[in-house]
């Protein structure tokens, strides 16, 4: 066999390998496992396991938000803290519903005093546990059959019992007949769905419901993907007003790399809740990120919405040790809710 | 840990997955002799790490010598993982029984892939990258980490063993 013949001989050989069109997603796969496996970053499996997402930064400068390109400290070590989400928050979090995720929400105590006017909660900051998903139980009066949208509930630990600090539901009312579509569901403080429309101005507005697509949930059942969309936040930072349509969404974090955070968050669709942007706000020692969409309500009815995953890159340059919080999901929702499972 | 970070990032390291894998893949095979669970395991390794340090791969015009140095050394540095499952035998133990093109394919791909399992890691490395990848000695050198010198050593001893063995194993299935 000369060289030629064994050049020959092992092109045959190798023709016989497979193509892989899902060579990238194999990458990041094995990138993900190992990652887990050596412990070395939660990263995006927080996003999928019961657990999350506050962590204390060291940030270099005095300055605003931006979005990528710039350059910053040093980065230092990033502990993930997920005791937010303990073991008896998730158990009575999963008493609701099925449960998407769970996300460790550490907000300052101004803004969390903001969220629960009815329930005390004590400490600076203050640690809740977010659950997303379709939480049935936290309303008795939807009629059976009717397809839930996404759900939220906040949970604090306190001194006795957990307490259910607020909760919202979109709930789309298609396919019941005689109802308007464009109709908002909406969470009483007793926890009472009202197929009715409501006003701009209705501080317990949630976000929109009413699905232009009548058959199941926006997602169609499937659990959040991270990957669902990379799309940068467009107009950012921005203010929060006062407002019960804007709404502050889940975020959760993916990774960091020095000053550099990268961002899982959902935001609306664009048709009925558009996306605003994020919201940075500096504190003494913290600093909190807020994703905001806008509900759009027009002649005091809103309509539906999906709230898809976008993926973003945030870069923060104040330093001074701050701690990153994230805030509370919704403002507009700070209605405290009884809890059934009590 | 240095990672992919940004989202163009991304769609880069994605875009240049898409165009290499098949290329990768092909030099994992024979570098695992024929086992394409191992070879593609191995690909895998080494774009992970492509990935892992993908925002200070500065040169992208040489990152595909990167991936390979990267798969070459870590194949090399498997020898002692014995789960592997590369256990030369002496017999086949059934011969191949019909004749044909589609079976004389076969056979011969079996053929070829069982001597290769039988040269040292370091030798099918050289004979793979100079014969199939038809890389110069001294790329070879590099990718391995060794001399030119140890790379045409490798190289001549591979190619005699794996003669040697190719012919053996013919004359013995043929009966």
């Not at chain 2, 898409?18 to 024979?30: D, E, F, G, N, S």
Request: one cysteine or more.
């Amino acid at each position: 066999m000369n060289d030629d013949e064994l050049r020959r001989r092992l092109t045959l050989l190798a023709d016989r390998v497979p193509a892989r069109p899902d060579a990238a997603i194999r990458v990041r796969t094995t990138v993900r496992r190992r990652r887990r496996h050596n412990g070395v970053a939660a990263g995006l499996a927080a996003v999928i396991a019961a657990a999350a997402v506050v962590v204390p930064a060291v940030l270099a400068h005095r300055a605003p938000a931006r979005v990528e390109g710039s350059t910053g400290p040093t980065p230092v070590p990033v502990p993930t803290v997920s005791a937010t989400c303990t073991r008896g928050l998730s158990k009575a979090l999963t008493d609701y519903g099925t449960v998407q995720h769970f996300y460790a929400v550490r907000a300052s105590a101004a803004v969390a005093a903001s969220f629960a006017q009815n329930v005390h909660v004590s400490g600076d900051p203050v640690d809740f546990c977010l659950a997303v998903g379709d939480l049935d139980n936290l309303a008795v009066s939807t009629p059976p059959g009717v397809p839930d949208q996404m759900h939220y509930a906040l949970m604090a630990a306190g001194t006795g019992a957990p307490q259910l600090v607020y909760a919202s539901a979109n709930r789309p009312l298609q396919p019941l007949p005689g109802i308007d579509p464009a109709a908002i569901a909406v969470y009483q403080p007793t926890g009472a769905a009202l197929p009715t429309a409501v006003s701009a101005a209705a501080p317990t507005a949630p976000a929109a419901a009413a699905s232009s697509s009548p058959t199941g949930t926006p997602d169609d059942g499937k659990p959040l993907n991270p990957m669902y969309r990379a799309l940068p936040v467009t107009k950012a930072p921005v203010r929060i007003t006062a407002t019960a349509a804007e709404l502050s969404l889940p975020w959760l974090l993916a990774r960091r790399k020095g000053d550099r955070i990268e961002v899982v968050y959902a935001a609306g669709a664009g048709d009925c809740v558009v996306p605003v942007g994020y919201q940075v706000t500096y504190g003494k020692g913290r600093v909190e990120l807020a994703f905001i969409s806008r509900a759009v309500v027009q002649d005091g009815q809103g309509c539906a919405t999906v709230e898809p995953i976008h993926r973003t890159v945030l870069t923060l340059t104040r330093s001074e040790g701050l701690t990153l919080l994230h805030s509370p999901v919704s403002p507009a929702w700070r209605k405290q809710l009884p809890n059934p499972a009590s | 840990m240095e990672t992919i970070v940004d989202a163009a990032e991304e769609a880069e390291f994605d875009a240049f997955v898409r165009a290499r894998w098949p290329a990768l893949a092909r030099t994992a095979y024979l570098l695992c002799a024929g086992d394409l669970g191992h070879a593609e395991d191995l690909v895998q390794t080494a774009l992970a790490r492509t990935m892992r340090a993908w925002s200070r791969l500065t040169d992208r015009g040489d990152l595909d010598g990167y991936v390979y140095r990267v798969m070459v050394r870590t194949h090399a540095s498997q020898r002692r993982r014995r789960w592997r499952g590369e256990i030369p035998t002496e017999h086949l133990p059934e011969p191949p029984a019909a004749a044909g093109a589609a079976t004389d394919a076969v056979e011969d791909a079996d053929l070829l892939t069982r001597a290769l399992a039988r040269l040292t890691r370091r030798q099918r490395a050289a004979v793979v990258l100079r014969f199939s990848e038809d890389r110069p000695e001294q790329e070879v050198a590099d990718l391995l980490g060794c001399s030119v010198g140890t790379v045409k050593t490798h190289t001549s001893r591979g190619l005699a063993r794996l003669r040697e063995l190719l012919v053996t194993d013919t004359e013995r299935s043929l009966g």
